[in-house]
C-alpha cells in the first residue's frame, strides 16, 4: 500500500487509488457526453531519453499520468494526475515535465 491508498477495480482495470477510480468514471461520464475525447490511461511521456556514457548505459526517465484527453470546450490536451500526496520524485519529474512540454499542463486531481 502506497501512501495509505487502497487498490481499486473498476471496468475490469486496476486503480492505485478510490480517487483515481473516481475520477476514471467521472471521465468515462464525459466521454460519452462527447465532451472530452482520446481518454488515455497511463499515457507516458519521455522526460529524458537512455544515453551511454563511460560504458554505462543510463534508463530513460518517463513521467507517467493517470489520464490525458482532449477537452472539446477547451480545444486543447489534458494530462491529469490524481494526488493525495506530492512526493519529492514526483516534483522533479513534474518540473521537468513542464520545461519538456511548454504546450502541456498537469492539473493535479486532489478532491473527494
Do not use: C, W
Request: charged share 40%; hydrophobic share 30%.
Amino acid at each position: 500500500m502506497k501512501y495509505y491508498n487502497h487498490k481499486v477495480e473498476f471496468d475490469g482495470i486496476k486503480f492505485d487509488s478510490k480517487l483515481e477510480a473516481q475520477r476514471y468514471k467521472e471521465l468515462k461520464v464525459l466521454e460519452r457526453a462527447r465532451l472530452i475525447k482520446d481518454l488515455q490511461l497511463q499515457p507516458r511521456f519521455e522526460l529524458q531519453p537512455s544515453f551511454k556514457k563511460n560504458g554505462k548505459t543510463y534508463r530513460k526517465i518517463e513521467y507517467i499520468a493517470d489520464f490525458s484527453y482532449f477537452d472539446i470546450e477547451k480545444g486543447k490536451v489534458i494530462v491529469e494526475d490524481t494526488k493525495g500526496f506530492k512526493t519529492e520524485v514526483y516534483k522533479l519529474k513534474r518540473k521537468m515535465f513542464e520545461y519538456k512540454y511548454p504546450e502541456l499542463e498537469i492539473e493535479e486531481i486532489t478532491r473527494y
